[in-house]
């Protein structure tokens, strides 16, 4: 499968943004899908996760009340809905796809995750 996540951009403090992860090649209603991102000169960080059966969802401190995960299998898409956003959360995001996997404990390992996406890049101004 191939990953290709869209719907980034700049916006003011305060806005919203929805971020697709749309696949091609395979289904993925056979994974547990994730977004991370990586801002300017750190490590990329975890955001939010979804697992591949129950649909349960986890997220980074960060993101929680904020930030919601969903998956539309039907259109075999991913999105990540972002809401107040803050200039902290400027970065390039990447949507994740782990084969067969529900998380657990381990909901933001990136090495959890099988196949990346190219990133998108959301810059919120402040």
């Known amino acids: 499968v191939q990953l290709q996540a869209c ?6 403090a305060g806005g919203s943004l929805r971020l697709s992860c749309a696949a091609s090649g ?3 209603s056979s994974y547990g ?8 000169g750190k490590e990329r960080e975890f955001v939010a996760s979804i697992n591949w059966t129950d649909g349960r969802t986890y997220y980074a401190d960060s993101a929680k009340g904020r930030f ?3 998956r539309d299998n039907a259109q075999n898409t991913v999105y990540l809905q972002m809401n107040s956003l803050k200039p902290e959360d400027t970065a390039v995001y990447y949507c994740a796809a782990a084969l067969f ?3 657990h404990s381990d909901y933001d ?4 995750m099988d196949i990346w ?10």
Do not use: E, H, Y
Request: aromatic share 8%.
């Open 68 to 70: 919601s995960i969903s």
């Open 7 to 12: 719907g980034g951009g700049l916006v003011q």
């Open 101 to 103: 996997r529900n998380f």
């Open 33 to 40: 899908m994730g977004w991370f991102r990586q801002a300017p």
């Open 117 to 126: 996406g190219r990133g998108t890049l959301v810059t919120v101004s402040s």
């Open 109 to 112: 390992r990136r090495s959890n």
């Open 26 to 28: 395979r289904t993925l």
